[in-house]
T-cell receptor
């Protein structure tokens, strides 16, 4: 069974903290994505990666960075968390140019 | 750039049929996908239309008309468990990114 896992379901951090969100997939997918989801705004793409050590900016990369050292793991980093980064963060993966993205359960991050 | 518009909310009763529309402005895309997301859950893939026309999968059907820049998801014989948010999405031909619509919240009443 296909699986995408995220390190935490809920996370509370303080303004200015460095935050790491981890995502692991067991499907040997090449492509991985980080989205944030906010009410009324749908899913917005932060960063994505086509392969190990490769990364591309999505639509809202400001304030975020990513790391992909291994094919199965894609990390989202908030260098200095701010309150406007309070959101639901979703990781997804897909094989090559296929259209079905598989999503992780999400991490609800609250920045105080 | 791409933008996809959906109604914010739709309500219906059990057993009914509901259509969720998705209109888009896009410079080029591979096809239209639909995802379902229950409250607190992750989006899950429902369907994909690469070509114009109707694709049927059980109680759910999806339609695409590229000439009208329009698609829809049709849910038949509605059940309470169909209460969820539904997102349309297109894969951009230039960037290969998946662009999501703003989502439609479907509430099914007994």
């Amino acid at each position: 069974d296909v699986k995408v896992t995220q390190s935490s379901r809920y996370l509370v951090k303080r303004t200015g903290e460095k935050v790491f969100l981890e995502c692991v997939q067991d499907m040997d997918h090449e492509n991985m994505f980080w989205y944030r989801q906010d009410p009324g705004l749908g899913l917005r793409l932060i960063y994505f990666s086509y392969d190990v050590k490769m990364k591309e900016k999505g639509d809202i990369p400001e304030g975020y960075s990513v790391s992909r050292e291994k094919k199965e793991r894609f990390s989202l980093i908030l260098e200095s968390a701010s309150t406007n980064q309070t959101s639901m963060y979703l990781c997804a993966s897909v094989r090559g140019s296929y259209n079905e993205q598989f999503f992780g359960p999400g991490t609800r991050l609250t920045v105080l | 750039g791409q933008s996809l518009e959906q109604p914010s909310e739709v309500t219906a009763v059990e057993g009914a049929i509901v259509q969720i529309n998705c209109t888009y402005q896009t410079s080029g895309f591979y096809g239209l996908s639909w995802y379902q997301q229950h409250d607190g859950g992750a989006p899950t893939f429902l369907s994909y239309n690469a070509l114009d026309g109707l694709e049927e999968t059980g109680r759910f059907s999806s339609f695409l008309s590229r000439s009208d820049s329009y698609g829809y998801l049709l849910l038949q014989e509605l059940q309470m468990k169909d209460s969820a948010s539904y997102f349309c999405a297109v894969r951009d031909q230039d960037t290969d990114k998946l662009i999501f619509g703003t989502g439609t919240r479907l509430q099914v009443f007994p």
